[in-house]
Nanobody, 114 residues
């Protein structure tokens, strides 16, 4: 059974940075397309970024140029570097496989406020 564990969230002031990690256990993710999602209070979960097995990356327009998705296959981990954070980035962040997602992890809370 695959388990996903997101970490690295926290509180940061607008303009600050955070680096989220998504560690997978129970499956090798080297050739798997992985996504980051976020769910803000009262909102639906939305897709944020994708990294393909071959390394290609894609971003939702709201974060393009500020967020960078990457992976370390030696650690079976996917990262989301978030720079120039804005209050509207406040949400719980999740990662998962695309397509056919596995069970969801707990997510990691990101709060951007002054």
């Amino acid at each position: 059974q695959v388990q996903l564990m997101e970490s690295g969230g926290g509180w940061v002031q607008p303009g600050g940075s955070l680096r989220l990690s998504c560690a997978a256990s129970g499956s090798i993710i080297r050739f798997i397309t992985m996504d980051w999602y976020r769910e803000a209070p009262g909102e639906r979960r939305e897709w944020v970024a994708r990294i393909q097995g071959g390394g290609g990356t894609h971003y939702t327009p709201a974060v393009k140029g500020r967020f960078t998705i990457s992976r370390d296959n030696t650690k079976n981990t996917v990262y989301l570097q978030m720079d120039n954070l804005k209050p509207e980035d406040t949400a719980v962040y999740f990662c998962n496989k695309w397509p056919e997602p596995w069970g969801w992890g707990q997510g990691t809370q990101v709060t951007v406020s002054s």
